[in-house]
């Protein structure tokens, strides 16, 4: 049996890993697929698959190419979900805030430096026409961490995915003033360069099983009644999401990635732009 470590967030993207890995299919062909919930999310990730604490991440598109170019030694093995991510702009309930240009040179709540909170902030303020120099940020590790620093005023927003914090603005926590999408896929597969090295008949397995579960995960049976309640949802909300959520089997395209170093250079996100075979498999 070999024993591979994975790791993604605790969110609904991710269950077709956890409905392979009860079913025991990668079992039945000899893998021991360990799953780490990540809830500080790809910043942490990244951290974690340079120092080999995991072998793959399923993880956010900008952030693992951002850390690549800056050293991290792992490559892009494909893309996992295909349509962007809804980023949501949240504020606490009751704070004075209501447009998007209230937040100018507001101080923004991010799970870590480098993350997908950090880096969609950066998006959304050159979306705005926003100075990006100017954004000042408060770490908070976590989606915790962000209520607690919303509520007591030690930020003013806080940027994640617009389902998972849907729960915490149905219940009066937070208010979402507006939407953010990932101008690129949202996620991808990362894979550290030693394990695809050793074992690429192992990753070649890894990804054959979750592909077709993915392929087939919208047609499950009553998934929209299983994804609400694992993930404390409303049904509505969950087949909003299962609309608008297009998984993916294939690696990304050359031109693709080309696209989005494009876009994080301008960003400032990266500060060059490396040849596709230092990013992917």
Not at 11 to 25: A, Q, R, S, T, V
Not at 152 to 157: I, L, T
Not at 194 to 199: D, I, R, T
Request: proline share 5%.
């Amino acid at each position: 049996m070999k024993t591979i470590k994975i790791a993604g967030v605790p969110e609904h993207f991710n269950l077709p890993w956890h409905m392979c890995i009860e079913d025991g299919e990668f079992e039945a062909v000899g893998i021991d697929l360990q799953w780490t919930d990540v809830p500080e999310g790809t910043g942490k990730m990244c951290q974690m698959l340079r120092d080999g604490e995991t072998d793959i991440a399923v993880i956010l598109t900008e952030g693992i190419i951002k850390d690549i170019v800056a050293g991290n030694p792992s490559k892009i093995v494909q893309v996992y979900v295909q349509s962007p991510l809804i980023w949501g702009i949240h504020v606490a309930a009751n704070s004075d805030y209501n447009t998007l240009s209230d937040l100018e040179n507001k101080k923004v709540a991010i799970s870590r430096m480098g993350s997908g909170s950090h880096l969609m902030s950066i998006v959304n303020a050159q979306n705005q026409g926003w100075n990006t120099e100017n954004l000042p940020f408060e770490i908070v590790n976590t989606l915790d961490g962000a209520v607690e620093s919303l509520t007591s005023g030690k930020a003013d927003y806080f940027m994640w995915e617009r389902f998972m914090t849907q729960p915490l603005v149905d219940n009066g926590t937070f208010r979402r003033i507006a939407d953010c999408p990932t101008p690129w896929p949202c996620f991808v597969i990362a894979v550290r360069n030693a394990v695809l090295e050793q074992h690429p008949k192992v990753i070649e397995q890894v990804l054959d099983i979750i592909n077709t579960t993915t392929e087939e995960f919208k047609m499950i049976p009553s998934i929209d009644r299983t994804l609400a309640s694992k993930y404390h949802q409303k049904i509505d909300a969950i087949q909003e999401w299962l609309r608008l959520t297009r998984w993916s089997q294939k690696q990304m395209t050359g031109p693709t990635l080309d696209k989005i170093m494009e876009q994080l250079l301008k960003l400032q996100i990266i500060d060059k732009k490396l040849p596709k075979e230092s990013l992917l498999k």
